[in-house]
Nanobody, 116 residues
């Protein structure tokens, strides 16, 4: 099992920014595709962004041009920079590998609340 330590969530005003971090437990981090997911109250969990081992990224339409996923293989860490945040971005955010996500194997997540 791959384990992550997440940080960086919190309360932010609409239009503000936050950066989430996801520290990876294994030295083989650079070989893993990593996804960021979120789950809002009453909603199903959705994939927000993905970054491949080569650094290619994909985003769900609702966050394009506002969120940026990046990785630092030397630090075994993936980041999600979130700008121009909206109330509808409020959710618990998770990082995970696609394989563990498909197995419904999740960590603790981090709460992001966008509210005035």
């Amino acid at each position: 099992q791959v384990q992550f330590v997440q940080s960086g969530g919190g309360l932010v005003l609409p239009g503000g920014s936050l950066r989430l971090s996801c520290a990876f437990s294994r030295s083989s981090f650079s070989t893993y595709v990593i996804g960021w997911y979120r789950q809002a109250p009453g909603n199903q969990r959705e994939k927000v962004a993905t970054i491949t081992t080569a650094g290619s990224t994909t985003y769900t339409d609702s966050v394009k041009n506002r969120f940026t996923v990046s990785r630092d293989n030397a630090k075994n860490t993936v980041y999600l920079q979130m700008n121009s945040l909206k109330p509808e971005d409020t959710a618990v955010y998770y990082c995970n590998t696609p394989l563990q996500a498909a197995r419904n194997d999740w960590g603790q997540g981090t709460q992001v609340t966008v509210s005035s």
